[in-house]
């Protein structure tokens, strides 16, 4: 297993349309890459840090995946959709970090 982090940076003068991403993006992502080894993903949103700053990711995706090779293969098939759909709720460029569960 694989879990992907997409992570949304916040900050003064960002735009993020929560809407549109929770009833729109998330379900073309779970519909498009679940045949394809997505096997949860999970939304998270940045509240602040422990001494009281601004969160520095406003939203995180989560996106556990059977593998390495399924993300890339996912991305591979349907990228260019899911990836195009981005400006359609944000104005942020989100860091997109691969992570693996130590054992």
Same mark, same amino acid.
């Given at each position: 297993?694989?879990?992907?982090?997409?992570?949304? @940076?916040?900050?003064?003068?960002? +735009?993020?349309?929560?809407?549109?991403?929770?009833?729109?993006?998330? @379900? %073309?992502?779970?519909?498009?890459?679940?045949? %394809?080894?997505?096997?949860? #993903?999970?939304?998270?949103?940045? +509240?602040?840090? @422990?001494?009281?700053?601004? =969160? @520095?990711?406003?939203?995180? =995706?989560?996106? +556990?995946?059977?593998? /390495?090779? #399924? *993300?890339? =293969? #996912?991305?591979?098939?349907?990228?260019?959709?899911? *990836?195009?759909?981005?400006?359609?709720?944000?104005?942020? $460029?989100?860091?997109? $970090?691969?992570?693996? *569960?130590? /054992?």
């Amino acid at each position: 297993m694989i879990l992907i982090s997409v992570m949304y @940076p916040g900050g003064a003068g960002t +735009t993020f349309d929560m809407g549109y991403y929770l009833g729109h993006h998330m @379900p %073309l992502v779970r519909e498009r890459w679940r045949p %394809l080894g997505l096997h949860e #993903a999970k939304i998270v949103r940045g +509240t602040g840090t @422990p001494d009281g700053k601004p =969160a @520095p990711y406003q939203v995180m =995706a989560l996106l +556990t995946f059977d593998s /390495e090779e #399924a *993300f890339k =293969a #996912a991305v591979d098939r349907h990228g260019d959709e899911i *990836f195009g759909d981005i400006p359609k709720f944000t104005d942020v $460029q989100p860091v997109v $970090q691969l992570n693996d *569960f130590p /054992e």
